[in-house]
């Protein structure tokens, strides 16, 4: 069992940056893949980012490209999800996942992971 906790939320004006971390209670990450979605109010679950375990290469969605970056501390126990210039659309409850997930590929969708952490709330105002 992999228990995940995100933390570096809060409240940010548009144009701010913050930056999320997600750390593993008790064990590293470096064998996991790790992503980051989000969710709004009445919304489904969107992919943001995700970093391949071991590889460490990263994919980041079209909406935040340029902006968010995802990255691993060199203990592989926290990751990271640096968000700069903030939008109000970004204003969503983050979400770490993690799995052992094989192969090269990207893995985008959430039932593909298989633990989760509790969300962090991120709101952005105009």
């Known amino acids: 069992q992999v228990q995940l906790v995100e933390s570096g939320g809060g409240l940010v004006q548009a144009g701010g940056s913050l930056r999320l971390s997600c750390a593993a209670s008790?064990?590293?990450?470096?064998?996991?893949?790790v992503g980051w979605f989000r969710q709004a109010p009445g919304k489904e679950r969107q992919f943001v980012a995700t970093?391949?375990?071991?590889?460490?290469?990263?994919y980041t969605a079209d909406s935040v490209k340029g902006r968010f970056t995802i990255s691993r501390d060199n203990a592989k126990t926290t990751v990271y999800l640096q968000m700069n210039s903030l939008k109000p659309e970004d204003t969503a409850v983050y979400y770490c996942?993690?799995?052992?997930?094989?192969?090269?590929?990207?893995?985008?969708?959430?039932?593909?992971?298989?633990?989760w952490g509790q969300g962090t709330q991120v709101t952005v105002s105009s």
């Open positions: 996942a993690a799995g052992l997930l094989p192969g090269t590929y990207y893995y985008l969708r959430p039932p593909q992971y298989d633990y």
């Open positions: 008790g064990r590293t990450l470096r064998e996991y893949t």
């Open positions: 970093i391949r375990g071991s590889m460490d290469s990263t």
